[in-house]
């Protein structure tokens, strides 16, 4: 009997993207070490984040802001009445905070994320999609540990670097919480879940904390700027779609 | 329309509604203000002027200042009737004011609407499920947690006496030996590894030398040990939303805190 043929999935059929991260890669190690996250990395800055949505939130909106508040330590939900971006932008940074979220909501869900990271650092626009609150548990005030999955090419990787600039440094083992962005095709997956290894090769975990997907749309060099600033990477929708079997992130 | 009055669509109306007095077509006598690109334009008719069309309509230029305009209204229309000067003068008013509201709209931050294509929408939502599926979010998880494990990132926490577990099975006696050796290695008090030392003591609590590790590191941690169960509790409260998976080992994970705080409570 033949051999048992190994099933083509989009995975394996990826169309083989060059901007790939070889982990061993000196260019790539180098960028990173002069990068915005240059400072985060080297432990010089505490993450301190600003969490805030578009004019006149609505319910599942604030909860939803107030529950990713408790899953990032260290971060505060503001609320905007009518403030223009460019100028909080600086308040922010001469009150030392070191990332900007603002979660922009239609129609009663939130659908939009932009998160900049402060000083000067690049910004990020995402559709957010299925958003699902949490239930009942809470997170505990511990620091997460963060998992980063998949990010393979060189937005990737810096995508990955913006997330993983959120979280403090060292995350607090004994409060065994998980923060998970898992990058598949495109789309970013955030979970947020509490585990317990109940032997050597078994793990449990239990989901709590708010779900939500991420799909990136734009990437800017500097902070946010809609007119004049600097895309290093917008997701064109004639161009990019048109493989089923591309990906970039 | 409404039930008096009907809109007049002539653009050189002055009120925007259709009366005999406010018709442009009906009076050979008439005067509007319009504005274009920002700058008002008083526009007149005169009898004199019918036979030719193209030279119909006068238009003069108002002054930026609004009461010195207003002066001009007064001296170009001076000797036409009232209703015309006043209503002109309103319509004036009025205009300035959305132009001013213009500009200040213009500074603030605009909202910019862009459409939604729905068939872009629903392509998006079945590639990001089948890219949910294709994740299989869970057992990524767990396979990262158990190589950081693997990988000693999390340090001496977690103890996991795999060859001390087969031992207990085999013998008890060389297994005591040897789960005291291990004990008294690995000495750092922490909850996860008290777990599982005193499931294994629960079956040698005859042995010395246990009770007094098991004691002393009782006193230490009886107050993290509350501190389990009443998470553990709490867990059990939330314990119907979640997942089938973590159900399963839900009950699984309270047996063994029971396990547990039995033994020590019997040794107590």
């Known amino acids: 009997a033949p051999p048992k043929a190994i099933p083509k999935t989009i995975e394996n059929q990826r169309v083989y993207d060059e901007t790939t991260v070889d982990p061993n890669d000196e260019e790539v190690a180098f960028d990173e070490a002069t990068d915005e996250f240059a400072p985060y990395f080297n432990r010089q800055t505490v993450p301190k984040i600003l969490i805030t949505t578009s004019d006149r939130p609505r319910g599942r909106t ?4 107030e529950q990713l508040s408790s899953v990032i330590p260290n971060s505060h939900v503001y609320y905007r009445r009518g403030l223009a971006l460019k100028r909080i932008i600086p308040q922010c940074i001469a009150r030392d905070f070191t990332d900007l979220m603002v979660i922009n909501e239609d129609r009663k869900i939130p659908n939009g994320l932009v998160l900049s990271h402060l000083p000067d650092g690049p910004t990020a626009h995402f559709r957010m999609s299925s958003v699902r609150l949490r239930k009942e548990i809470k997170p505990t005030e511990h620091a997460p540990e963060v998992i980063l999955n998949n990010f393979t090419t060189r937005l990737g990787h810096s995508i990955g670097r913006m997330f993983a600039s959120l979280f403090p440094h060292d ?32 793990v449990g975990i239990q989901e709590l904390g708010p779900r939500f997907t991420l799909k990136l749309m734009s990437l800017q060099k500097g902070t946010f700027d809609s007119k004049f600033g600097e895309y290093e990477w917008i ?15 | 329309r409404t039930k008096t009055q009907n809109f007049c ?24 203000i319009r504005e274009e690109k920002g700058r008002c334009y008083l526009y007149m008719k005169v009898i004199e002027r019918a036979p030719f069309p193209r030279r119909l309509w006068e238009r003069v230029l108002l002054s930026k200042n609004y009461e010195k305009a207003l002066e001009e209204i007064d001296e170009n229309l001076i000797y036409w009737p009232r209703f015309l000067r006043h209503k002109c003068k309103q319509r004036f008013t009025k205009i300035t004011q959305y132009l001013i509201r213009i500009r200040k709209l213009t500074l603030k931050r605009q909202r910019k609407l862009v459409p939604l294509r729905r068939k872009i929408e ?24 158990l190589e950081r494990l693997k990988q000693d990132t999390y ?9 001390a577990f087969d031992k207990a099975l085999q013998q008890q006696d060389a297994e005591s030996e040897s789960e005291s050796e291990a ?28 009770d007094k590790l098991e004691t002393s590191s009782e006193e230490e941690q009886e107050e993290e040990e509350e501190v389990e169960e009443k998470a553990s509790h709490s867990k059990s409260k ?5 997942k089938g998976p973590a159900r399963r080992k839900r009950p699984y994970i309270e047996i063994e805190y029971e396990e547990e705080t039995e033994p020590t409570t019997k040794t107590k």
């Open chain 2, 238 to 242: 939330g314990k119907t939303p979640l």
């Open chain 1, 62 to 65: 604030v909860r939803f802001c």
């Open chain 1, 171 to 202: 995350p607090q083992f004994i409060g065994r919480q998980v923060a998970t962005f898992h990058n598949q095709r495109d789309y970013i997956f955030f979970r947020f879940h509490r585990y317990i290894f109940k032997s050597e090769k078994k």
């Open chain 2, 183 to 210: 004990e008294k290695e690995e000495d750092d008090e922490d909850m996860d590894k008290r777990e599982f030392v005193e499931a294994d003591d629960s079956d040698l609590s005859d042995f010395e030398d246990m």
């Open chain 2, 9 to 32: 669509r002539n653009e050189y109306n002055l009120t925007g509604l259709c009366n005999r007095s406010s018709c442009p077509l009906a009076n050979s006598q008439y005067a509007t």
């Open chain 1, 235 to 249: 997701h064109k929708r004639r161009e990019m779609d048109t493989s089923r079997r591309k990906f970039h992130l």
């Open chain 2, 122 to 145: 629903r392509r998006e939502k079945r590639r990001e499920e089948k890219a949910l599926i294709a994740a299989q979010l869970d057992n990524a998880i767990e396979k990262e947690l």
């Open chain 2, 155 to 163: 340090g001496d926490i977690y103890n996991f006496p795999i060859h």
